[in-house]
Every structure is written in structure tokens, then in C-alpha cells.
């Protein structure tokens, strides 16, 4: 993978760029945001690894500022506050995950081979569709009565499982085990669940006159076409 390591402390940075590229990974490193906008622009990149606390704009503005921008790839956080609220801020930015400092290395390497994983799952199948909702896993696009989806990374994913499993209903359980690569369920990943299935559906339904992401109360939620 092109991994775009955006982190001030120099050491730490260096330290993340050395191990990656030991495990056959290509980096570049910025240590501000202003360096991380200008790659962005002028490279393709796999995966970003993004620190909050950063001088100036802090990494959550950066995000924000890059979602804006059409960015697709995967956004891995790292940040130095575990709070649950701070998690949350991060995942409505945009991010796709979190690791909280200080971590281990191996631990950061799961969380990439996750992400790896989940891309390739998504490229199983090119072309899947529901009523007026098309999505292209190859091309990495979606639409929904001919207009394109401004979707993130983890939207992304969680949109295609959601159509491979279309008709049924889909558990968190079945969210955190196969989306989330999580086999224990817990109350903050639930959080985290509900975050990312609130931003879906204010993309994907809210701004057309019929719902397809439906709520099954006390089970999960279901992708369906409503009878009319």
C-alpha cells in the first residue's frame, strides 16, 4: 500500500515510516496539514494514518476539509484521547477507524490488514444494485437516481455489505464481526455503529423521496425496496 503518514512528532513519524516500509508498505510523511494537503493533491495514496493533534488546523479540520474534497481512501485516526465523545468527533469527520496512542506496532498492522481486507471483500462483486441505488466496486462509486454519492471509505463498505445482504436483516452483531472485523460486540462500538449508519442514511436516503435503509427495531436494519 501508499500510505500518507501525517503526524508532527518527528520521531514517532519516522519510527511509523520505518516499520511500515519494513513490512513492504511505500510511505511519505507530513508533519502539518498544509505538507498532507499538498501529497494528497499531487499523489495517489491507499490508506491515510492521521494524527488529531496537529499545530496549527488539527486533524479533525483536515479531514473534514479532505471529505469535502471528494477523498475516498481510508482514513485510519490516531489519536491521544480515548473518550468516547472524541471517537465520535473523529468518525463524523470522516474517518474510517481509530487507534489510540500510544499503541503498538503490531496493533497498528492489524488495524491496516483490516482495512486491506475489507477493500478486497468490496471488489468481490463489480456491480450491485437496489431499486434507483447503484454502486460500482471497482470504480468505487455510488448513485442513487443518477446522482453520485459523496460516500466515505467505511460508508462505502458498510453500503455493499448492506446490498450483498439485501432483503435480510443485518445485526450489529453482523456489522462489528464483518465490517468492523470486531468478534466481541461492546457499547462504544455500537456507538460507533450507529454513527456511521446515521451518516449513510442522510446520504442515501434523506435527500430522495423513498427510504431503502430501514430500522428493524430491537434486531438491526434491512436494505429493501418498500412496497408501493
Known amino acids: 500500500m501508499h500510505i500518507l503518514v501525517v503526524e508532527d512528532e518527528k520521531k514517532l513519524a519516522g519510527a511509523l515510516q520505518k516499520g511500515l516500509e519494513a513490512e513492504k508498505h511505500s510511505v511519505r510523511v507530513a508533519n502539518t496539514g498544509e ?33 469535502q474534497k471528494g477523498l475516498i481512501m481510508p482514513v485510519l485516526v490516531l489519536t491521544s484521547k480515548d473518550a468516547i465523545e472524541d471517537r465520535v468527533r473523529g468518525l463524523e469527520a470522516g474517518a474510517d477507524d481509530y487507534l489510540v496512542k500510544p499503541f503498538a ?98 446520504k442515501l436516503d434523506e435527500p430522495f423521496g423513498k427510504r431503502l435503509l430501514h430500522t428493524v427495531r430491537g434486531v438491526g436494519f434491512v436494505l429493501r425496496e418498500e412496497a408501493t
Open 35 to 67: 505538507e498532507a494537503f499538498f501529497l494528497v493533491s499531487t499523489e495517489r495514496f491507499d490508506l491515510l494514518l492521521l494524527d488529531i493533534m496537529l499545530p496549527g488546523r488539527d486533524g479533525i479540520e483536515i479531514l473534514k476539509a479532505l471529505r
Open 105 to 202: 506496532f503490531p496493533e497498528l498492522l492489524a488495524r491496516i490488514q483490516a482495512i486491506v481486507r475489507r477493500t478486497k471483500l468490496t471488489d468481490v462483486e463489480s456491480l450491485l444494485k437496489l431499486a434507483d441505488l447503484e454502486m460500482d466496486t471497482l470504480r468505487h462509486s455510488v448513485s442513487r437516481e443518477g446522482r453520485e454519492l459523496p460516500l466515505t471509505s467505511r460508508e462505502f463498505e458498510l453500503l455493499a455489505y448492506f446490498l450483498r445482504h439485501q432483503g435480510h436483516i443485518v445485526s450489529r452483531e453482523m456489522l462489528a464481526r464483518d465490517v468492523w472485523n470486531e468478534n466481541a460486540r461492546h457499547t462504544p462500538l455500537d456507538n460507533v455503529i450507529d454513527v456511521h449508519i446515521a451518516h449513510l442514511r442522510q
